[in-house]
């Protein structure tokens, strides 16, 4: 399977506990994008990175949430310290370089905090 | 900021009839233009988009979308719908100066009747 990967696709984390979702980009891709689905609504912009470069970060909540995205391996979205307003599903897209509106998404990680 | 409005919620609609899921955006700039569809606990996929050219745009599936600059609209339609297109229908917008961040209506419910 060629597409965008993530996992793991369900996620059940207690108050407090730490959230670590990874996405692995399409081959050939160098460009990776978080959203983040609250129930009920549409998908929201977290951040956007390149490899070893966080390019747009202005979706990403100020606390308890960062991503990177090393040279070698997945994307990494954290989450600290998370709280029930913390379940969503976290979609992952990727990108060519010099294309980022051809953006393909990932299935999904669900994200339940208990 | 982009917003983009989905004005219908839920559209059922009996299989075999017509069908148009409407959306409209607020933008000053010149935009790219996206419609997904996800499928129960699936991913996004891509239905079709506008990057430039004809206004109107053919996609998978059956489904076409027209791009009307002066109303900024971009409604999906389909002439005829099969009980498999029973899914959620996101409208998306990018920038074309940047075309990085997506912004995501809250996304139309189409059920269709046996």
């Known amino acids: 399977n060629a597409g965008v990967m993530q996992n793991p696709r369900h996620l059940v984390r207690r108050r407090g506990q730490e959230a670590r979702l990874r996405c692995s980009p399409m081959k050939g891709h160098s460009h990776v994008y978080w959203y983040r689905q609250l129930p009920e609504e549409g998908l929201k912009f977290m951040v956007y990175l390149q490899k070893e470069n966080i390019i747009d970060e202005s979706g990403m909540p100020k606390e308890r949430f960062s991503a990177e995205f090393p040279k070698e391996g997945p994307s990494i979205l954290r989450i600290q310290q998370v709280v029930r307003g913390d379940s969503a599903a976290y979609f992952c897209a990727s990108s060519a370089q010099g294309v980022p509106y051809e953006q393909y998404f990932g299935p999904g990680t669900r994200l339940t905090v208990t | 900021a982009q917003s983009v409005t989905q004005l219908d919620s839920q559209v059922p609609v009996f299989e075999e009839a017509p069908v148009e899921l409407r959306c409209n955006y607020s933008s000053s700039v010149s935009v790219y233009l996206f419609w997904y569809v996800q499928y129960p606990n699936q991913g996004l996929q891509l239905l079709l988009k506008?990057?430039?050219?004809?206004?109107l745009v053919k996609g998978i599936n059956g489904f076409e979308a027209e791009f009307n600059k002066s109303q900024t609209s971009f409604h999906l339609r389909k002439p005829s719908v099969h009980i498999s297109d029973t899914a959620e229908y996101f409208c998306a917008v990018s920038d074309q100066g940047t075309g990085n961040q997506f912004y995501f209506g809250t996304g139309t419910s189409l059920t269709v009747i046996p």
């Open positions: 506008y990057l430039s050219g004809s206004t």
